[in-house]
T-cell receptor, first 115, second 112 residues
Framework: GAVVSQHPSRVICKSGTSVKIECRSL??????MFWYRQFPKQSLMLMAT?????????EQGVEKDKFLINHASLTLSTLTVTSAHPEDSSFYIC???????????FGDGTRLSIL | ELKVEQNPLFLSMQEGKNYTIYCNYS?????LYWYRQDPGKSLESLFV?????AVKQEGRLMASLDTKARLSTLHITAAVHDLSATYFC????????????FGGGTRLMVKP
């Protein structure tokens, strides 16, 4: 089955640090990748959608200059949380799909803790 | 704006009992998904429902879809402790560019 690898699984860092999270599709070409954020005891909220080779589309209320998304190849998208602060602490989950008729395949998530 | 509502948000039940989780959504949908999430983990896909009247079953879980009522149900039969988790439904519509909108989740606790 389709596998999406997300790395790292856990990050703990100081306030002001920038953190990069990688999302890779291992056995298929991901035309579209999605980035979600999940706060404790809440649902998943879509942050942005990225298509290979083009700029990401951000959801309302998500700062594009703070959450930098790069989708330079069909198998890799990265999310960089710039100058992270404690309120950015959350569980970040990526997903990927190869075309619009296929379901999204989810990565294992990244637990980000900013001290 | 597409809205997806799940109820109940929290469910505590005894082993061996049956119960149903409901997922209502506000607009036409092409497909509906059910996921399971264990604490600290990502989503595990349970079911994909693609048409009106679709019913799928896996073990003690059965999901159904009524597109006319814009309602999906996840029925739990003879619950066991291992089913304790949070369950999410998610709706995927063409109008939203084939993006998922998640329900608020149902946290299920099955007591031995």
């Amino acid at each position: 089955g389709a596998v999406v690898s997300q790395h790292p699984s856990r990050v703990i860092c100081k306030s002001g640090t920038s953190v990069k999270i990688e999302c890779r599709s291992l056995d298929f070409q991901a035309t579209t990748m999605f980035w979600y954020r999940q706060f404790p005891k809440q649902s998943l909220m879509l942050m942005a959608t990225s298509n290979e080779g083009s700029k990401a589309t951000y959801e309302q209320g998500v700062e594009k200059d703070k959450f930098l998304i790069n989708h330079a190849s069909l198998t890799l998208s990265t999310l960089t949380v710039t100058s992270a602060h404690p309120e950015d602490s959350s569980f970040y989950i990526c997903s990927a799909r190869d075309d619009g008729n296929q379901p999204q395949h989810f990565g294992d998530g990244t637990r980000l803790s900013i001290l | 704006e597409l809205k997806v509502e799940q109820n109940p948000l929290f469910l505590s039940m005894q082993e061996g009992k049956n119960y149903t989780i409901y997922c209502n959504y506000s607009t036409t949908s092409d497909r509906l998904y059910w996921y399971r999430q264990d604490p600290g983990k990502s989503l595990e896909s349970l079911f994909v429902l693609l048409s009106n009247g679709a019913v799928k079953q896996e073990g003690r879980l059965m999901a159904s879809l009524d597109t006319k009522a814009r309602l999906s149900t996840l029925h739990i039969t003879a619950a066991v402790h291992d089913l304790s988790a949070t369950y999410f439904c998610a709706v995927d519509t063409n109008n939203a560019g084939n993006m998922l909108t998640f329900g608020g989740g149902t946290r299920l606790m099955v007591k031995p």
